[in-house]
């Protein structure tokens, strides 16, 4: 019984063995490479891919978003050398400050103890250039703004060196973007510290100061437009209510210098949707986003 037991395992053994086709050796190693598709022109040698600068990960497939702005030094808004990069551009290392700009202005506290606004603005003819990132309106001396008083119990005086706009608006109100937002950058006389006002525009009424400039805007690389007949009050680009937002910030563009005492109108600006859309055409998202406050407080004073 037991003989005949291993007699029938042994031959069902054998009809396996015949049945199943013996392995056909290769004595040709496989091309560890034959497998691998190396991405953005990576080179694979032993099964594994070598990536060209800016490029990594097994197929060379994870782009570095910051190898274009580390190559050339220049920051803009898209993808490469954008926002997040700006602080690994040679010098900009403010970027990563903790006072940064813009921010979301939100649960500001009532505050009119702070000074005025007193504008003094003069009739300037303008230069308009479109610097690669921004359209400037480059000022003549002779604007400024009163602001308080320093601890010397001197006007503190800021003068108007140019305004520029951003689209979609850099700051944001509860979480909002407005569609376009100038900044007119004033800097202290008397040391290195700016005031930056904000304006915000909506759709809404005509604006003749915007209107007035609408069919000279250059374009990146367009040379600068200069008109000597052209001749405007810089500060009319405010709102007529001087009330603000205000809290320490920086410079939105690298640097990112954290000097700026910034001044965002709580009341918005009107112009029409043809009126901004001059604008947003040409500057194409040329906003950085908002930054932690950190535990800054934002005021909003009433005047
Ligand atoms: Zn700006």
Redesign the pocket.
């Known amino acids: 019984m037991k003989k005949h037991h291993i007699l029938f395992t042994l031959t069902a053994l054998l009809s396996l063995a015949l049945l199943v086709p013996a392995c056909k050796e290769d004595d040709t190693p496989a091309d560890p490479c034959a497998t691998v598709t190396c991405q953005n022109g990576g080179i694979c040698a032993d099964g594994s891919c070598f990536c060209p600068d800016g490029f990594s990960g097994p197929n060379c497939e994870v782009e570095d978003p910051c190898h274009e702005a580390n190559e050339t030094g220049e920051w803009g808004y898209d993808h490469a050398g954008g926002p997040a990069c700006w602080s690994m551009v040679c010098g900009h290392g403010d970027c990563l400050g903790d006072r940064q700009s813009p921010v979301n202005i939100v649960n500001a506290v009532l505050n009119s103890s702070l000074p005025e606004l007193v504008l003094n603005g003069n009739e300037t003819t303008t230069k308009i250039i479109h610097n690669g990132h921004t359209i400037e309106f480059e000022q003549e001396p002779g604007s400024y703004i009163d602001y308080g008083e320093t601890e010397n119990g001197l006007l503190n005086q800021f003068t108007l060196g140019q305004f520029?706009f951003?689209a979609k608006s850099?700051h944001q109100v509860d979480g909002g973007h407005a569609p376009l937002e100038a900044?007119l950058v004033c800097r202290n006389v008397w040391k290195n510290e700016y005031l930056v006002i904000g304006v915000m525009f909506e759709e809404g009424a005509s604006n003749p100061f915007l209107a007035q400039f609408v069919d000279h805007l250059p374009t990146a690389g367009a040379p600068p437009f200069e008109e000597e007949d052209l001749v405007y009050n810089p500060f009319e680009l405010l709102p007529d209510n001087h009330s603000y937002f205000s809290y320490s910030g920086s410079l939105?563009t690298p640097p990112c210098s954290e000097v700026v005492h910034w001044v965002v109108m709580e009341n918005k600006v009107q112009a029409t949707a043809a009126e901004i859309a001059a604008f947003t055409n040409i500057l194409h998202d040329n906003y950085r986003p908002v930054q932690p406050l950190n535990g800054r407080v934002i005021t909003l004073v009433h005047h």
């Open positions: 520029h951003h850099e900044h939105t």
